[in-house]
């Protein structure tokens, strides 16, 4: 029934020319779902400090100020549970993805005390590039619209390719590109060999094998080869499954 508002928005985007024009139309959006309010939050892969992004919402003042104030993005219960699911989530599903601590359901409830009750998120993630979440959100004394889950789905995906592309226009920063040496020598080591092992595994020197890990920290601008391990997978230029199907096997 409400499948129409994701072709009007999406008709709607290809005019959306800045941020304040997306927002606005997120918000009028969100309002015909049945929803009281909006969040799009877009991280740009970046080693700047000052890396670009976008962050839009029509969130309370109140929650807004605390959430900022204690900075609490790094221990956001919604924001672990993005990375357990391909798919939009309801905040009362969030412990069927992630354990909840006690600290978690304090911030949520903080969150409804400030005028946040329930939620539809939208997560997306892309190797190399950055990740977002598009989420929509009712007041304490209100229900979750879910039948129209499936089309705040559409309309949370059309919205970060939106963002996506107005981001898109502000970076200019190119992922860091390993030899294939040097990808050989890091999977090894992230499967859990040592530099002496990878080097036996393809019979190669220990000291090639240093060489190559210290060259591929420096392309990374990383100290450490756990670092590297987890931007390497960030980027996509190694995957979860190379690592567990080979411990799988062997």
């Given at each position: 029934?409400?499948?129409?508002?994701?072709?009007?928005?999406?008709?709607?985007?290809?005019?959306?020319?800045?941020?304040?024009?997306?927002?606005?139309?997120?918000?009028?959006?969100?309002?015909?779902?049945?929803?009281?309010?909006?969040?799009?939050?877009?991280?740009?892969?970046?080693?700047?400090?000052?890396?670009?992004?976008?962050?839009?919402?029509?969130?309370?003042?109140?929650?807004?100020?605390?959430?900022?104030?204690?900075?609490?993005?790094?221990?956001?219960?919604?924001?672990?549970?993005?990375?357990?699911?391909?798919?939009?989530?309801?905040?009362?599903?969030?412990?069927?993805?992630?354990?909840?601590?006690?600290?978690?359901?304090?911030?949520?409830?903080?969150?409804?005390?400030?005028?946040?009750?329930?939620?539809?998120?939208?997560?997306?993630?892309?190797?190399?590039?950055?990740?977002?979440?598009?989420?929509?959100?009712?007041?304490?004394?209100?229900?979750?619209?879910?039948?129209?889950?499936?089309?705040?789905?559409?309309?949370?995906?059309?919205?970060?390719?939106?963002?996506?592309?107005?981001?898109?226009?502000?970076?200019?920063?190119?992922?860091?590109?390993?030899?294939?040496?040097?990808?050989?020598?890091?999977?090894?080591?992230?499967?859990?060999?040592?530099?002496?092992?990878?080097?036996?595994?393809?019979?190669?020197?220990t000291e090639t094998?240093?060489?190559?890990?210290?060259?591929?920290?420096?392309?990374?601008?990383?100290?450490?080869?756990?670092?590297?391990?987890?931007?390497?997978?960030?980027?996509?230029?190694?995957?979860?499954?190379?690592?567990i199907r080979w411990?799988?096997?062997?």
């Open positions: 029934m409400y499948a129409y508002l994701a072709e009007e928005f999406a008709t709607e985007l290809i005019n959306v020319r800045s941020d304040t024009e997306l927002d606005g139309a997120l918000k009028q959006v969100s309002r015909r779902l049945g929803f009281d309010h909006f969040a799009l939050s877009l991280e740009m892969r970046s080693t700047s400090c000052e890396a670009p992004g976008l962050l839009l919402h029509d969130y309370p003042d109140e929650w807004a100020k605390v959430y900022i104030a204690f900075d609490l993005a790094g221990q956001d219960p919604v924001r672990r549970a993005c990375d357990k699911t391909i798919i939009g989530f309801a905040w009362d599903w969030i412990d069927e993805l992630v354990p909840l601590t006690r600290g978690d359901r304090q911030m949520l409830n903080v969150g409804r005390e400030c005028g946040i009750g329930n939620g539809y998120t939208v997560p997306r993630h892309l190797p190399g590039i950055g990740r977002g979440t598009c989420t929509f959100a009712v007041r304490p004394d209100r229900e979750l619209p879910r039948r129209r889950f499936a089309v705040a789905e559409v309309i949370g995906t059309l919205a970060l390719s939106c963002a996506l592309g107005l981001s898109s226009e502000r970076l200019d920063e190119k992922v860091p590109s390993l030899t294939d040496r040097q990808r050989e020598c890091l999977l090894w080591v992230a499967r859990g060999k040592t530099a002496a092992e990878t080097a036996m595994i393809l019979e190669i020197s094998v240093i060489q190559h890990l210290k060259m591929a920290r420096e392309r990374y601008q990383v100290h450490c080869k756990q670092s590297l391990v987890v931007a390497a997978l960030f980027d996509g230029l190694i995957g979860f499954a190379d690592i411990r799988d096997v062997g």
